[in-house]
């Protein structure tokens, strides 16, 4: 794997957060390089996350991006790898405590200070009011940070 820079790539997730991604998005598409999957399939595959599950409010997508990338560096694709499943599972629950730590949940409903309860599918509209309103995209810079992190210590790890 190539030299992170994880500043560089941190700053890319708040700019495609800006720019309109969700927040599942905009911290898979700012890593989605490193991996040999299409940045439009991932587009697709991520779009389901942001509000925490389609507006569900559960999971914060920006830890469910996380969790997409980890996919990509610990694949668990064979159902009889429990290694390979072990070290997917172990980076992801090391990874959402440490978003947790720093911003006191992982769940979108919490984040938000909202009832945990589904809210209409509509978007908001992206305003000023929103960002000011909203850690989302503070989320969206914690998560691509540890993920960066993550992605260093396990290149560390792979070549030890």
Not at 7 to 23: D, I, L, M, P, S
Not at 48 to 54: A, E, K, L, R
Not at 105 to 125: E, N, T, V
Request: aromatic share 8%; proline share 4%; with cysteine.
């Amino acid at each position: 794997m190539e030299e992170l820079d994880i500043n560089a790539r941190t700053e890319q997730a708040v700019e495609n957060f800006k720019n309109g991604y969700n927040c599942a998005q905009s911290v898979a598409m700012a890593y989605a390089d490193l991996y040999s999957i299409d940045i439009e399939t991932l587009k697709k595959l991520s779009a389901p996350f942001g509000g925490g599950m389609g507006r569900l409010r559960e999971v914060c997508g920006a830890v469910t991006g996380m969790f997409l990338i980890l996919g990509m560096e610990h694949p668990a694709n064979d159902p009889n790898d429990k290694e390979n499943k072990n070290a997917n599972y172990t980076a992801v629950q090391r990874t959402a405590l440490n978003f947790k730590d720093k911003m006191g949940s992982y769940i979108c409903a919490d984040l938000l200070k909202i009832g945990r309860h589904p809210q209409d599918p509509m978007p908001d509209d992206r305003n000023s009011e929103y960002y000011a309103k909203r850690p989302c995209a503070y989320c969206v810079a914690v998560a691509a940070e540890i993920l960066g992190n993550e992605l260093v210590k396990s290149n560390s790890a792979k070549t030890e």
